[in-house]
């Protein structure tokens, strides 16, 4: 956008001339939406583990043994559900992680307490966003405009994703472990009050993508060959080419798109001389 590419209009309030009209730019955010659900626990979480003696412990016993809470990764078990069993697909990935922390819109609070989190996400968001120039300067960050709630599908899949998860801790293998749930800590919950308690708490799951889409239609970004519409030789090869979100994760997917990148680019395909 900077550089003159995106709505024509847009660029043009901010300053920017536009080289090349490209609309889709910035549009088509898609981004997986989560909640974070926390019990105190009556076992060890990170949370007991994290001061500098025990982590100096943890450290050594994973370095030299290879054993302990240092081999594990921070999330430790992960689900693939149907929000509704008439779905073909799952549309939920809840994560499973044994730490506690509570976000603030300033800074990310790691909890005392021995604390694990449940985390359900929409794996396939109606919801879309989309970003724009703050103004015409490159030290600016743009403005993110996530809109993680807009389609009430999400909220329905998200709640449906929260009551599981309630059914997993009451479950006797993790009940009888369970002191208390924190958040959303409220024993009956009206769909109302989820939906009041995701729009309260709902967060990023940190996988946006989208901006640059790739396709054909007039919201594209780029080709099939990664190619940008409309211009030569300049390709976009990120997360932001993926025309809808994944299932799951996106740094492995991201890594597959760089890898295809590269090897579109070393053979020359799609180039114009
Ligand atoms: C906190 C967090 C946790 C995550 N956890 C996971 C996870 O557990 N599993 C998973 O699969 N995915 C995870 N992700 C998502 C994953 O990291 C991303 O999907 C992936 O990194 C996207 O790759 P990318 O190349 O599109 O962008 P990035 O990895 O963000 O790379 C963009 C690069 O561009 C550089 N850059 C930016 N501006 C400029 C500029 N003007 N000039 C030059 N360079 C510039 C940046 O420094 C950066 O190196 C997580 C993301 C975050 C933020």
Redesign the pocket.
Known sequence: MLSGVGDAADLTSFGIEACHHLPGVGKNLRDHVGVYLTYRVDQATYNTEAGLFKSALHGANWLLRGRGPGTA???QAMVFMRSDPSLRDPDLQLHFTPVGYKLTPDELIVLKDPVVTAIPNVSRPESCGHLTLRNGS?RDPPRIFARLLDAESDVRALIAGCKYIRRIFAAPPLARHVIEELAPGKPEMTDADWEEFLRRESVT?????GTCKMGADPTAVVDSTLRVHGIENLRV????IMPHLVS????????M??ERGADLILSGEGRKE
């Open positions: 990764p921070g999330a490159f799951v940190f996988h946006p993508v090869v990120d997360a932001s799951g994760n996106t740094n492995a997917p991201t890594m798109i760089g």
